[in-house]
């Protein structure tokens, strides 16, 4: 009998809480990452309220220097502590794949000169399309369609970019060019970077609408990723006949595997709780697993470096916590991580290597505390043991510390 009948995991994609022991082997924009620190930087910068958060224990999390605005509970309701990475990488499938149990010794290919030229002669003659040359580099997704939409309107060229993760990212106005021949180019372009020296970890559809000057993004983007090199703990509760609920971008990350209840994607973080909440109240889940992103945290402002709308970001779900707290069973498990860091202050546009803060309750707790700091992939093994099986490949279980 599980201790948790059902544990549901939710990724604030980005939030990290301080640099990692090894950040200073890992730059941005030429710069190490170990003075980065995501919320330590919001809180000290434009500030932070988090009163939810806060209750669970957030602000009791281990630091050099307390988050500035985020006070330690004296007598939390939650357990919280704080994680680290052990696999080579700081971008979203390596963080994801590690929570759910596998150590990526050899990351993933990054382009930060942009992609050669044999990879965008083929996805041209495929295509039939020229590729804007000017845009083949690390971009802001919002500033690239701002520099290149008005051209690509004109022209029906392609817009093909990418950043410090493992991604090709190929934007299109859908009234130039239809989604299904943006999916058919983006399925052609995974096709020719699974191996080195262009394995990549993902290749995103871009879809946007509006006019020069006034360009959105819109919610019919579509990842198309690698499968997890060897099973995850979502595929050993898969193949144990437990339901696995995935909302948000968890299913594009994992390449489906492991997933057997698929809520889609989520228009925005708000859309990702009430989909996730939608589950959680279903009849039909009555024991298993819920692994939910939210995106906006790193999409909308740690790439863009706006720590006022970061700040603002972390508020809105803080003030729906109650909400996805309401909605728990007596005996669910409700955890709360990150899978990188993406520090809205610090140098240049990409990731940070960090320590994700982890925040445990379930409505049974009767104790409450700081849990040993671990990492990643202790997440997924304490999943595993709560129902009953094989951890993947790495990970120590806490279970026995939430009481």
């Given at each position: 009998m599980p201790k948790f009948?059902?544990?549901?995991?939710?990724?604030?994609?980005?939030?990290?809480?301080?640099?990692?022991?090894?950040?200073?082997?890992f730059v941005n924009a030429g710069v190490p990452d170990g003075a980065s620190d995501t919320l330590g930087h919001i809180s000290k910068v434009v500030g932070l309220n988090v009163p939810n958060m806060a209750k669970l224990g957030l602000g009791n999390i281990p630091r050099e220097q307390p988050l500035k605005t985020v006070p330690a509970e004296s007598n939390p309701t939650g357990y919280a502590t704080k994680l680290e990475e052990v696999s080579l990488g700081k971008d979203t499938m390596t963080g994801h794949?590690?929570?759910?149990?596998?150590?990526?010794?050899?990351?993933?290919?990054?382009?930060?000169?942009g992609f050669p030229e044999e990879i965008i002669t083929k996805i041209e003659e495929f295509s039939g399309r020229n590729v804007i040359r000017e845009a083949n580099k690390p971009y802001s997704g919002t500033a690239v369609i701002d520099d290149f939409g008005p051209r690509q309107m004109e022209t029906g060229e392609l817009i093909i970019y990418t950043s410090a993760d493992p991604v090709l990212q190929i934007a299109a106005h859908e009234d130039i060019i239809p989604l299904d021949e943006l999916y058919r180019i983006c399925e052609y372009a995974r096709s020719i970077t699974l191996e080195?020296?262009?394995?990549?970890?993902?290749?995103?559809?871009?879809?946007?609408?509006?006019?020069?000057?006034?360009?959105?993004?819109?919610?019919?983007?579509?990842?198309?990723?690698?499968?997890?090199?060897?099973?995850?703990?979502?595929?050993k509760l898969n193949e144990a006949g437990i339901d696995t609920y995935s909302v948000g971008k968890i299913s594009?990350?994992?390449?489906?595997?492991?997933?057997n209840h698929d809520m889609g994607h989520n228009k925005s973080n708000s859309h990702g709780i009430d989909n996730l909440i939608k589950a959680m109240k279903s009849e039909d889940f009555k024991h298993g697993f819920s692994f939910t992103n939210l995106v906006d945290f790193d999409a909308l402002y740690g790439h863009r470096r706006d720590p006022h709308g970061y700040r603002d970001c972390l508020h809105e779900f803080d003030e729906r916590l109650p909400e996805i707290i309401a909605a728990m069973k007596e005996d669910d498990l409700l955890m709360i991580t990150a899978d990188h860091g993406n520090d809205?202050?610090?140098?240049?546009?990409?990731?940070?290597?960090?320590?994700?803060?982890?925040?445990?309750?379930?409505?049974?707790?009767?104790?409450?505390?700081?849990?040993?700091?671990?990492?990643?992939?202790d997440i997924s093994a304490t999943v595993a043991d709560n129902f009953g099986v094989e951890k993947a490949m790495i990970g120590e279980s806490f279970l026995d510390k939430l009481v």
């Open positions: 009948n059902r544990m549901h995991l939710v990724v604030l994609d980005s939030v990290g809480i301080g640099a990692a022991p090894d950040a200073n082997n794949w590690e929570i759910m149990g596998l150590n990526i010794t050899e990351p993933f290919d990054t382009f930060w000169n080195r020296p262009a394995l990549l970890g993902r290749i995103i559809a871009r879809p946007y609408v509006g006019e020069p000057g006034n360009f959105t993004r819109t919610a019919n983007r579509r990842d198309l990723a690698v499968s997890p090199f060897a099973p995850t703990v979502l595929d594009d990350i994992f390449n489906g595997a492991g997933i809205p202050t610090y140098a240049g546009t990409d990731h940070t290597r960090e320590y994700i803060p982890f925040l445990a309750y379930s409505p049974s707790f009767k104790g409450s505390g700081l849990l040993p700091v671990g990492h990643f992939a």
